[in-house]
């Protein structure tokens, strides 16, 4: 039990679905995070939300949408995605999000998202 | 440039010591962090280490700290086949903790019998 859970662990969809992806963290935390881990590459920070604010948009393409109704939940709403988006997504939480905080991030386990 | 660098691979026996090492570009980083990431699973904390420490040891895990140098490194003890995973180092980026983390591509750390 990792305190960030992730659903679902797979997914394979089309270039014309639309699907989400679902995080939930039982820690109290306060920000939230989207990464992406492709192959060989560095993981991507996405997306960052403090206080279900969303507070960092790392040039991501409007093909993914996040949503944070509340500190425990964030959504990744994905739609029209390319075969190139293919990848693991992470998701993460921290107690909080700010500068020179020691607030190490919690991952999920992931789901691994192909696009066909 | 990657502003966290790190081998790809690292073979070692089992029973022997693992040296992972790691450069990376901030040096007003404050924390500097390694994560295992093991197959089908995400990234888990394993030790961070404040930058006004040289060492810090924790059961079979040893980081070494080189702030003139910029050089982060992990040693794992009597390396056992549980510890095969893929080790990312990490920095908080110049900005601070809203941006997240900055993660090197990891380093796959291959056990031999």
């Known amino acids: 039990e990792t305190g960030v859970t992730q659903t679902p662990r797979h997914l394979v969809m089309g270039m014309t679905n639309k699907k989400s992806l679902k995080c939930e963290q039982h820690l109290g935390h306060n920000a939230m995070y989207w990464y992406k881990q492709s192959a060989k590459k560095p993981l991507e920070l996405m997306f960052v939300y403090s206080l279900e604010e969303r507070v960092e948009n790392n040039s991501v393409p409007s093909r993914f949408s996040p949503e944070c109704p509340n500190s425990s939940h964030l959504f990744l709403h994905l739609h029209t995605l390319q075969p190139e988006d293919s990848a693991l997504y992470l998701c993460?939480?921290?107690?909080?999000?700010?500068?020179?905080?020691?607030?190490?991030?919690?991952f999920g386990n992931g789901t691994r998202l192909t696009v066909t | 440039g990657e502003d966290v660098e790190q081998s790809l691979f690292l073979s070692v026996r089992e029973g022997d010591s693992s040296v992972i090492n790691c450069t990376y570009t901030?040096?007003?980083?404050?924390?500097l962090y390694w994560y295992k990431q093991e197959p089908g699973a995400g990234l888990q904390l394993l030790t961070y280490i404040f930058s006004n420490m040289d060492m810090k040891q924790d059961q079979r895990l040893t980081v070494l700290l080189n702030k003139k140098d910029k050089h982060l490194s992990l040693r794992i003890a009597d390396t056992q086949t549980g510890d095969s995973a893929i080790y990312f180092c990490?920095?908080?980026?110049?900005?601070?903790?809203?941006?997240?983390?900055?993660f090197g591509k990891g380093t796959h750390l291959i056990i031999q019998p």
């Open positions: 901030d040096s007003s980083s404050t924390y």
């Open positions: 993460a939480s921290s107690h909080e999000a700010g500068t020179g905080s020691n607030s190490p991030l919690h």
């Open positions: 990490a920095e908080i980026p110049p900005g601070g903790g809203a941006d997240g983390l900055t």
